[in-house]
């Protein structure tokens, strides 16, 4: 595996996050139910290590989205694997409706289970409540747009899109709550943060295009990812991230004046292929024990 430790960290952890964390601690106390939002191609690196301890005895689930860019068979290891570590594990591609149908009534079922076992004997009057939490772009406002119908979280391709904690009632008597995507403040790695900013979880501005392009180059060759090489100028898997990008720009005629090959497009360009699902569906981690699938 490729070494990408000499890079600095950007350590990003804005103030708006700083602040939706606080708030989320003080908001907890009043949902009956936590969702948390994880990304099926990297579902350890996606979750927040601090959000269990906040939790309380409240019920959790996590819902790993975004399961169109990820491997089929990858997902369901990850899903036997997280029901074995008995957690609840629910697998989406948020921006299908009909995938998302039945969700909030799993939801509801969750809650009345878990009062039931606290020993709640009156009925609840006031609707459900359900806080859905997840790192930024993870696509927690299209989740929560797709289950009302009128679409009133704004969302888009980009971290940091909700900034404040929005409650949207449904029918049915369930209430969700949007709220800012989060990251924590120490991640300790620069793969870790590489691996997030090209789920697009981190501020596009604060990784070099050229870097995360090499991180993806290298990620493509440890995963032997079956990358249809051909369309991106290469006949198979290029041995340097030079010559991968030499060759896509060569293929898309992406020159500097001078007649000059542009690299640093065609590493833009790489990296919008893989974001848009060009270069197939790709799960950077696999369950412990699971032998790679490619
Ligand atoms: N391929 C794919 N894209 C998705 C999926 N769900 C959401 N997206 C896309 O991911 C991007 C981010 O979606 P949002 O819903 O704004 O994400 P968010 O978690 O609310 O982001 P913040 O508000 O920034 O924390 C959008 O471009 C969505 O279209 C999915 O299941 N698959
Ligand atoms: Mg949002």
Redesign the pocket.
């Known amino acids: 595996m490729q070494d990408f430790s000499q890079y600095p960290l950007t350590g990003w952890y804005p103030g708006h996050m700083l602040k939706a964390g606080k708030e989320m601690r003080g908001i907890l106390s009043l949902v009956d139910l936590v969702v948390e939002?994880i990304d099926a191609r990297a579902p350890l690196s996606s979750r927040n290590p601090n959000l269990r301890s906040m939790l309380e005895q409240r019920p959790f689930i996590m819902v790993a989205?975004?399961?169109?860019?990820a491997q089929p068979a990858v997902s369901k290891a990850w899903e036997a694997w997280f029901t074995a570590q008995g957690e609840r594990i629910f697998l989406?591609?948020?921006?299908r409706i009909a995938n998302v149908r039945g969700l909030t009534e799993l939801w509801r079922r969750i809650v009345m289970e878990h009062r039931a076992l606290r020993g709640a004997v009156r009925p609840l009057v006031r609707p459900v409540r359900i806080m859905i939490a997840?790192?930024?772009?993870?696509?927690?406002?299209?989740?929560v747009n797709h289950l009302h119908e009128k679409n009133k979280?704004?969302?888009?391709?980009?971290?940091?899109?909700?900034r404040q904690n929005q409650w949207i009632s449904l029918e049915g008597g369930v209430e969700l709550l949007?709220t800012?995507?989060i990251l924590w403040p120490r991640i300790t790695t620069k793969r870790h943060e590489l691996l997030l900013a090209l789920l697009?979880s981190l501020k596009e501005e604060l990784v070099e295009p050229s870097l995360l392009a090499e991180f993806l180059w290298s990620e493509l060759v440890r995963l032997k990812a079956p990358v249809n090489w051909p369309d991106l100028g290469s006949s198979s898997c290029p041995t340097s991230i030079t010559e991968c990008l030499e060759n896509l720009a060569r293929r898309r005629g992406l020159l500097r004046s001078g007649g000059v090959l542009d690299v640093e497009r065609a590493a833009i360009a790489l990296i919008k292929d893989y974001r848009d699902?060009k270069l197939g569906r790709i799960s950077f981690e696999r369950p412990p024990s699971t032998p790679p699938t490619f």
């Open positions: 939002l989205n975004k399961t169109d860019l989406l591609d948020s921006r997840g790192i930024p772009n993870i696509g927690k406002s299209t989740l979280a704004q969302v888009g391709p980009k971290p940091g899109v909700t949007d800012p995507g697009g699902g």
